[in-house]
């Protein structure tokens, strides 16, 4: 892909800054253009870095690399045994085209919908673009989604076909198939159907594929995907070709570290977020799109990633803060228990001045580190940081982290153990990322500029609202007759909460639907605290109440690791979960940490009193959504009892 020269075009409300930061001599940033009311800043946007994309479609991707590099690694592809065979260009498109012309022998026709229920692997972004390029639209599924969950997605969307990862998964929904009068085909991957579709599509000649791709364009649907919902059901999201086409090509443009290689060292990216979420399957896109090596490790377990990163070996990892978290709190108890913590500690705090110092200088805030501060960063590199750096596989200088603010604290550390995060915020409905950390120009706390291409509003009630080329075309609905609009006036409301600063940095506070009103009328929003207070080792997860109660309290679960850890180092004996829940010294330990956040918060927003809760919250038991997000509502029913007695008077 072509680099553009980062022009200064018109802009929508009036005259863009010229670029600001040089990278490796090129310009590299546009500030956003702002605009105020009332004294504060209620607009900002950057133009498109990238040009928009006329014609064609993401189905071309693959042959228009093949016909660029034949020979260049575009994929690497994981076996059962944990080995790792390169992709190229040449033999990704063959496949692609393979796989394709068994879509059309099977009868699928341009325009169905084929779902993907599957864990991140190579064969998920191999049916993503073979159902490209014969006219189909795809419709990911969770594979952790209730039988009752994927039979609505199936039933909403009219899929014609579902490819399913395993036997179980089709097994479980054998007893709906009589409800799905639109599904025809049901595939399973371990059983070799993917290999046998392309058997199939031998007598199918390859113009027939040409020409399905010749039908599509930028404005052509390309896939269905499902909000995973935190209340009621989920919503069909309708993207188009194009709108890939601005987020991936202007991301791409944006983060040049990340994707073309600044330093002789072959940019690759490991994928173990779900691609059934936007945000991994964004990724997935525009690392075909810009030609960087993709891999995906199907499991988050700690046994089975850390060796999938150490063999594979990325220059950027896609994250979210959780993981992030877990990474700094097992470094941290493995440093313990090798009577190490205080070393550990020592340097963690280096790291974060050291972070906070760069930081300074990048936004003119400061000189940047003292020789002294760069000194103690040396030394403890090989102690501490080297460490952290090869567990993510030894070649990691940058992290795509998202889904929820990371926290400043910890995004200081992973800068001072010299890795870049840039952090994103965005929806489905966007396509994945509206603002992103701009390179070279962080401002720790927040979650970036507009991502190039992309206006950000602040409505007069704090809610946040998008609009540009990579914001959906609407929901699907096909009560209504298919797609209906999302947008009012150009702009998507998001039902999150945020503040502009007078550069234009986005801040999220919070979400429309979870703000806590207290009986004394005090609006809370909670997110901060729960971010904050789960960074804590010990804490898994951390949910405010108090909507009309007199004060705000909080549910707490207990991270496994963290409390294993911390039974071993302080002598206490195996116990179950539930007697936890009681422990003094736990609750003493606990409420410093509440301490600590409160200072965060006035005294109304402050936490008064806190619960541990005897069991995690789980996607499984209906707390979480596949992205991580608590479901408010089922947790309060649940947890009823606990939350009650928060509120009983001592």
Known sequence: MSTPPYPNPPFPHGTATVPSTDYDGRPLLVAPETKRLGGAVREAAVPPFAPPVTHGSLADLPFDNAAAGPNAVVLSRRAPDGTWTDVTAERFAAQVLAVAKGLIAEGLVPGDRIAIMARTTYEWTLLDFAAWAAGLVTVPVYPTSSVFQTRWILHDSGAVALVAETRAQAAALGPE??????????????????????????????????????????????????????????????????????????????????????????????????????????????????????????????????????????????????????????????????????????????????????????????????????????????????????????????????????????????????????EGYGLTETTGASTVTPPLKPRLGTVGWPLPGTRVRIAADGEILLAGDHVLRGYWDPRAGGVVPATQDGWLPTGDLGELDDEGYLTITGRKKELLITAGGKSVAPAPLENWLRQHPLISQCMLVGDGKPYVSALFTLDPDGITHWRVMNGKHPVPAELLTDDAELAALLQRAVDEANKLVSRPESIRRFAVLPVDFTEEAGHLTPSMKLRRAQIMTDFATAVAGLYEKR
């Open 177 to 422: 198939l009589d409800r799905l009068p639109d599904l025809k085909h049901l595939w399973v991957m371990d059983d070799g159907h993917v290999d046998r579709l392309a058997d199939a599509g031998a007598g199918t000649p390859e113009a027939e594929v040409a020409v399905r791709r010749g039908m599509l364009g930028p404005d052509t649907l390309a896939t269905l995907i499902y909000t995973s919902g935190t209340t009621g059901r989920p919503k069909g999201c309708a993207l188009s070709h194009g709108n890939f086409f601005a987020e991936v090509d202007n991301a791409i443009e944006l983060l040049y570290p990340v994707f073309k290689a600044d330093s002789g060292e072959e940019p690759s990216v490991l994928l173990f977020l779900p691609m059934s979420h936007v945000f991994g399957r964004m990724v997935a896109i525009a690392c075909v799109r810009a030609r960087v090596r993709l891999g995906h490790a199907p499991s988050l377990k700690a046994e089975d990633l850390l060796p999938d990163l150490a063999a594979f070996r990325p220059t950027c990892l896609l994250t979210i803060p959780y993981m992030l978290e877990k990474i700094y709190n097992s470094a941290r108890a493995k440093a313990e228990t090798g009577g190490r913590a205080a070393t550990f500690d020592r340097a963690a705090s280096v790291a974060r001045r050291y972070g906070e110092a760069l930081h300074d200088r990048q936004t003119n805030a400061g000189s940047g580190p003292g020789r002294a501060l760069r000194t103690a960063r040396s030394f403890y590199d090989p102690l501490v940081y080297r460490r952290i750096r090869a567990a993510m596989g030894g070649r990691v200088r940058y992290a795509i982290c998202g889904g929820s603010p990371l926290g400043r604290r910890l995004a200081a550390f992973y800068v001072g153990a010299g890795i870049e995060i840039f």
